[in-house]
């Protein structure tokens, strides 16, 4: 049990917020990297490529770190230098097939359908992520999310990461809003997105789906929700409800 000077406000002010700029990656679809891994890592062998899942790991993070930044103009280029990394003299087309794997792998949360049906009602949504842009558009294709968003930030086109302060600047031009305090930052990381907002002067809300099962607590002082159901609960309230109302961690999870 947390007591009343311990219970952290799990809702933000929802009074300015006009545009909400959401991540993609652990907040709209999931992370699934052990899947990923071991996936792709079978296809390799399967083509022939003897390569254990750990390398393959520490390979692809590398240069898809690179692509996240904008260092490669597409696909063909990215998986170019991947092919060198595997020791092919020549690039390898079929390797381009990774980048199905890694998105079939990001399956996308129960609730992120129906949250961007209604936050699209109510607010501008803009796309956040540390990403690459192509595998972003593919997913929101997929998923038929393009028409909700009314503007992408994504790392590999502004060529620059989360929690840089850059980033959100790129955000707040995009999201072409009056003052910082009409934007609302949700994801899914501590650091990228909640210290990041706040270092560039905007509000985060943490979509903290983890920590429960994980043991690994945000501090009490940011706001957080469990999932973005609870938050579309929160949208559906008055404000002042949202405003007011604590919730505290049940350490018994």
């Known amino acids: 049990m947390t007591t009343n000077g311990q219970q952290r406000k799990a809702r933000p002010e929802l009074d300015r917020i006009k545009v909400l700029a959401i991540d993609l990656i652990g907040t709209l679809a999931n992370k699934a990297e052990k899947a990923f891994v ?6 390799l062998v399967q083509n022939g490529c ?3 899942p750990a390398r393959f790991r520490t390979l692809f993070r590398k ?5 996240s930044m904008g260092n490669y103009a597409n696909d063909s280029e990215f998986y170019a230098a991947f092919s060198a990394d595997l020791s092919y003299e020549a690039p390898q087309p079929w390797l381009e097939a990774v980048t199905d794997l890694r998105l079939q792998c990001s399956p996308p949360f129960d609730d992120a359908q129906p949250f961007l049906e209604q936050a699209s009602r109510t607010h501008r949504l803009i796309l956040s992520s540390n990403y690459v842009g192509q595998w972003a558009r593919r997913m929101l294709a997929n998923n038929h999310w393009e028409p909700y968003f009314q503007g992408l930030v994504i790392s590999s086109e502004c060529r620059v990461r989360k929690p840089s302060p850059r ?8 999201s072409g809003v009056a003052s910082r305090d009409e934007i609302l930052v949700l994801g899914d990381s501590l650091t990228d997105d909640v210290y990041g907002a706040a270092r560039a002067g905007l509000r985060a809300l943490m979509i903290d789906r983890n920590s429960a099962a994980d043991g690994h607590e945000a501090p009490r002082t940011t706001p957080f929700v469990r999932s973005l159901d609870e938050l579309m609960k929160c949208f559906t309230r008055q404000s002042g409800d949202c405003n007011t109302e604590p919730q505290p961690r049940d350490r018994t999870a």
């Not at 240069?63 to 692509?67: A, G, P, S, T, V």
């Not at 980033?167 to 995009?174: A, M, S």
């Open 50 to 52: 003897d390569i254990l």
């Open 63 to 67: 240069r898809y770190l690179e692509y």
């Open 167 to 174: 980033f959100f600047l790129e955000l707040v031009r995009v």
């Open 38 to 43: 071991a996936r792709s890592s079978e296809y």
